[in-house]
């Protein structure tokens, strides 16, 4: 008896489906992260931001002159916890110690006191030889030489128009001051200026006899 020969089974071949991938990435929160904890600088410690005030109102006192003033507060600046603002300090301490010792030399005479002005002039000191011009005329308001100094230093500073004023007021108070103006090469700035001509070369007649004069130039 024959067999039937078995039904061949159809196998289909299954093609594995293909998975599209996803063009879209998968988007992943990170976590944040922590910044570190900054450290406190010297510039949040409110003594250094007082040195630092400290400071600029004594450079601007020193502009003004106030030495007196700004020596006590770059003291306080020297004393402070900052090391480089205490050695910017210290310089101008010492700046200021120098000028409070000039300040408080003591004269005889007015005239000496002129003479250190003049020396301080020639020194090419003129902020400091204009301040004690200024105070020989507090003391003696006729001291004439002191104008005719402070006439000559508007000329040296290029202050045309103080230069003129002060030199008519000290001819003024002594005409004598014509004569040195004439022959003082410290207003060759004003040779050219009309104004300066016709102060020391008045019209016939109009010109006084000179006085005698203590000034020294």
Not at 76 to 103: I, M, P, W
Not at 117 to 132: F, I, K, P, W
Not at 166 to 190: K, V, Y
């Amino acid at each position: 008896m024959k067999k039937k020969a078995a039904a061949k089974v159809k196998r289909s071949a299954s093609k594995p489906k293909k998975t599209k991938a996803s063009t879209k990435k998968s988007r992943r929160t990170a976590a944040p992260a922590h910044a570190p904890e900054r450290k406190p600088s010297i510039a949040d410690d409110p003594r250094y931001s007082q040195a630092v005030g400290n400071y600029q109102a004594g450079l601007k006192a020193m502009q003004e002159r106030k030495f007196e003033r700004a020596k006590t507060l770059l003291e306080k600046v020297v004393e402070g916890a900052s090391r480089e603002l205490a050695d910017r300090a210290a310089v101008h301490l010492s700046t200021c110690n120098q000028q409070l010792a000039r300040s408080g030399t003591t004269f005889k005479t007015q005239e000496e006191h002129y003479d250190y002005a003049v020396a301080l002039m020639n020194q090419g000191s003129y902020d400091e030889a204009r301040t004690h011009l200024e105070k020989i005329l507090k003391q003696n308001a006729k001291a004439d030489y002191a104008v005719y100094g402070l006439a000559v230093l508007d000329c040296l500073q290029g202050r045309v128009e103080d230069a003129l004023r002060h030199l008519d007021e000290s001819i003024r108070q002594n005409p004598a001051h014509r004569i040195h103006a004439r022959n003082d090469t410290d207003f060759q700035n004003l040779a050219d200026d009309p104004r300066f001509t016709e102060l020391l070369y008045p019209e016939p007649g109009i010109e006084p006899p000179p006085a005698t004069s203590s000034w020294k130039r």
